[in-house]
C-alpha cells in the first residue's frame, strides 16, 4: 500500500499562486494514476486533474482548466499541482490520490483511487 502525503497549502489572496506536491512512499509510483481531488465544506469531494503513469491524456475539471496544472516526477515519487489565478471558490481542503485506473477521464471517481493523504487546506481570500 502507498503512503502519500501532501504539503504546500495555506493562506493567499485571489488572483495568487500555490504549488502543491505529494510524496509517495511504498508501492509502486511510477505506475498509479495519481489525482488530485478538493472537497469543500458541505460538498462532495470531487476530481480536480489526474495525470497516467505516462502523462498521457491528463484530465482536468473544466473548472480548473488553464489555471492549473498536474504534472509528476517518477524519480521524486512526487506529484504537484501548481495553481495560478487563485479564485475564492477554489478554497478547499486538497487530496491527493492514487488509483490502478491506466486510462483517465472525468468518469473516474474516488472510489476508482486506492490510496490518500490526509491532505492539505488551501484559503483564498478575495
Known amino acids: 500500500q502507498v503512503q502519500l502525503v501532501e504539503s504546500g497549502g495555506g493562506l493567499v489572496q485571489a488572483g495568487d499562486s500555490l504549488r502543491l506536491s505529494c510524496t509517495a512512499s511504498g508501492g509502486t509510483f511510477s505506475t498509479y494514476t495519481m489525482g488530485w481531488f478538493r472537497q469543500a465544506p458541505g460538498n462532495e469531494r470531487e476530481l480536480i486533474a489526474a495525470?497516467?503513469?505516462?502523462?498521457?491524456?491528463?484530465h482536468y475539471k473544466d473548472s480548473v482548466k488553464w489555471r492549473f496544472t498536474i504534472s509528476r516526477d517518477n524519480a521524486k515519487n512526487t506529484v504537484y499541482l501548481q495553481m495560478n489565478s487563485l479564485k475564492p471558490e477554489d478554497t478547499a481542503r486538497y487530496y491527493c490520490?492514487?488509483?490502478?485506473?491506466?486510462?483517465?477521464?472525468?468518469?473516474?471517481?474516488?472510489?476508482?483511487?486506492?490510496?490518500w493523504g490526509q491532505g492539505t487546506q488551501v484559503t483564498v481570500s478575495s
Open positions: 495525470i497516467p503513469w505516462s502523462d498521457a491524456s491528463i
Open positions: 490520490a492514487a488509483s490502478r485506473e491506466k486510462v483517465v477521464g472525468g468518469f473516474l471517481t474516488r472510489h476508482d483511487f486506492h490510496s
